[in-house]
């Protein structure tokens, strides 16, 4: 019982990201602590939006035989005219859950007072980036996907990172994104992208090892692209 | 299997209801458009009509006549643009593992049907009244074409939805399809009111058929000798074929 990929090509073509992946295997088996450690250009967008259904492979199949969420704390789902309750409740509906219990338990967690039933337009960016959070987290899936871990307040943060531990003793946890502290706390398993290949570590370390070496050398990447043009570094040295 | 079918039909149930809700959006442009959109062409239609005396088919009542053309197709064009718009475009809620592409088409047709079919009622039973061609010869029948007309802008924007997501500029067509649609759809007009030699042209589109089934159900003193409700059924039955099997095939192509 897991998400698997099995012999996936994918082309990305999104903003500046253009790489493509070429039989691509991954498995997330039932109750795994999974991280995909990779940079912004390294297309992991992509690779949530196949693991979601919300894209088609070019090639190969994506087998889910578990419930599985849509990559959290995603903002784009919210209706920016509506309340952060009305939100809740087509979420609710959606998923068939108890709409009332789900609305309440939401605004309890969240704590967004009256920001909870005005227009999501005047809502603060904390209290948004926090619901989407909870709207995520409150809901029963077998796999959670989270890219971003630091929503909402600071006051949030450690009540956020307490229920994703208690999240992950009871479900799958997929982190996605290239926050290795947080992958080494809460994960015991990694794939590491790098130019269209995944690799997998059932070892945090080691993961966390290959992933700093990843950054190690595109910083030397772009030092030897400055330093081979000295007009540039003027340029980027110069003061202003 | 049916739990699946009650899943699918909660989801496509919690779209169209967000859909609706989503109207309210722009307060001067949403709800208020569509209403008003119809009310001014209407109006308009009405003011030719009494400037151009002959035109209007002398045993139905004019705003009554009007109305029964005017409503059901403008929400076929507004189901068209909207399946068009959930097929041909990668929408945010398609992040959602459980939505479908078909899921977002349907729930935004469903919410076009609910808006238009308050209007059709509401402007109906007023101006029917007020012209006295209360009540309807054959409600039924209204309504069923009604909503035949509805399913067969859905087939058409399953078709039309997935052949743009290989041929962009087929949108521009929409446009071209929809103008000529309005002239020679039966939307100002019935068919006796032309010469009987044009008839086997303008029975080719299945749209005229339906305003023709729309007069025919409403008003006692009309019966169209060409309206073959057969025929549109035929063509519902075929594009929804293609426009389905269009959508499965390119599931894999990206979208543009």
């Known amino acids: 019982m897991s998400i698997s990929l099995r012999n996936v090509t994918k082309k990305v073509r999104l903003g500046p990201v253009r790489l493509t992946y070429e039989g691509l295997n991954l498995e997330i088996p039932d109750g795994s602590r999974m991280?995909?450690?990779?940079?912004?250009?390294?297309?992991?967008?992509?690779?949530?939006?196949?693991?979601?259904?919300?894209?088609?492979?070019?090639?190969?199949?994506?087998?889910?035989?578990?419930?599985?969420?849509?990559?959290?704390?995603?903002?784009?789902?919210?209706?920016?005219?509506?309340?952060?309750a009305a939100n809740a409740?087509?979420?609710?509906?959606?998923?068939?859950?108890?709409?009332?219990a789900y609305v309440a338990r939401i605004a309890e967690l969240g704590q967004f007072g009256d920001e909870y039933n005005i227009m999501v337009d005047r809502c603060t960016n904390e209290a948004r980036?926090?619901?989407?959070?909870?709207?995520?987290?409150?809901?029963?899936?077998?796999?959670?996907?989270?890219?971003?871990?630091?929503?909402?307040?600071?006051?949030?943060?450690?009540?956020?990172?307490a229920m994703v531990q208690e999240l992950g003793e009871r479900a799958s946890i997929v982190l996605v994104g290239a926050n290795v502290k947080a992958a080494q706390s809460l994960c015991d398993r990694a794939y590491v992208f790098q130019d269209g290949r995944a690799t997998f570590y059932d070892d945090m370390e080691a993961a966390a090892e290959h992933f700093a070496s990843i950054v190690a050398k595109e910083v030397d990447e772009d030092d030897d692209f400055m330093g081979s043009d000295t007009e540039l570094q003027d340029l980027v040295n110069m003061d202003f | 299997m049916f739990a699946d079918i009650r899943t699918q039909l909660n989801v496509i149930a919690a779209l169209a209801i967000r859909d609706l809700q989503n109207l309210m959006k722009g307060y001067n442009y949403g709800f208020a458009w569509a209403l008003l959109e119809p009310i001014m062409f209407i109006g308009l239609m009405?003011?030719?009509?009494?400037?151009?005396?002959?035109?209007?088919?002398?045993?139905?009542?004019?705003?009554?006549?009007?109305?029964?053309?005017?409503?059901?197709?403008?929400?076929?064009?507004?189901?068209?643009?909207?399946?068009?718009?959930?097929?041909?475009?990668?929408?945010?809620?398609?992040?959602?593992?459980?939505?479908?592409?078909?899921?977002?088409?349907?729930?935004?047709?469903?919410?076009?049907?609910?808006?238009?079919?308050?209007?059709?009622?509401?402007?109906?039973?007023?101006?029917?009244?007020?012209?006295?061609?209360?009540?309807?010869?054959?409600?039924?029948?209204?309504?069923?074409?009604?909503?035949?007309?509805?399913?067969?802008?859905?087939?058409?924007?399953?078709?039309?939805?997935?052949?743009?997501?290989?041929?962009?500029?087929?949108?521009?067509?929409?446009?071209?399809?929809?103008?000529?649609?309005?002239?020679?759809?039966?939307?100002?007009?019935?068919?006796?009111?032309?010469?009987?030699?044009?008839?086997?042209?303008?029975?080719?589109?299945p749209i005229l058929h339906c305003m023709e089934m729309l007069r025919d159900g409403w008003f006692v003193t009309y019966t169209s000798p060409v309206a073959d409700p057969a025929y549109?059924?035929?063509?519902?039955l075929g594009l929804l074929l293609l426009g389905l099997s269009l959508e499965r095939f390119q599931r894999r192509v990206p979208y543009i």
């Open chain 1, 35 to 84: 991280a995909l450690l990779g940079h912004k250009d390294a297309g992991l967008t992509a690779i949530v939006n196949l693991m979601c259904a919300a894209d088609a492979p070019d090639a190969g199949y994506v087998e889910r035989t578990q419930s599985i969420s849509w990559s959290i704390p995603s903002a784009s789902f919210v209706a920016r005219h509506m309340s952060l």
């Open chain 1, 129 to 161: 980036q926090q619901f989407c959070f909870l709207a995520g987290i409150c809901l029963p899936f077998d796999h959670y996907i989270l890219t971003n871990l630091n929503v909402g307040k600071k006051t949030d943060r450690e009540r956020n990172a």
């Open chain 2, 46 to 205: 009405r003011v030719a009509r009494s400037a151009f005396k002959g035109l209007t088919p002398p045993n139905m009542p004019p705003s009554t006549f009007l109305i029964l053309g005017i409503v059901p197709f403008y929400m076929y064009v507004q189901v068209i643009g909207s399946v068009y718009k959930a097929v041909s475009t990668q929408d945010q809620l398609l992040q959602f593992p459980r939505v479908t592409p078909v899921d977002i088409a349907i729930a935004s047709a469903i919410s076009d049907f609910c808006i238009y079919f308050t209007l059709y009622t509401l402007f109906l039973t007023f101006f029917s009244i007020y012209e006295g061609a209360w009540p309807p010869q054959n409600a039924l029948e209204v309504f069923s074409v009604f909503i035949l007309l509805w399913a067969v802008g859905v087939a058409l924007g399953f078709v039309v939805g997935t052949a743009a997501r290989v041929f962009p500029p087929l949108k521009q067509f929409i446009s071209y399809y929809n103008l000529v649609n309005r002239m020679l759809g039966g939307m100002l007009f019935v068919i006796t009111m032309l010469p009987s030699s044009l008839w086997p042209y303008f029975t080719w589109n």
């Open chain 1, 89 to 100: 409740r087509f979420l609710a509906r959606l998923y068939e859950t108890n709409e009332d």
């Open chain 2, 232 to 236: 549109v059924l035929e063509w519902l």
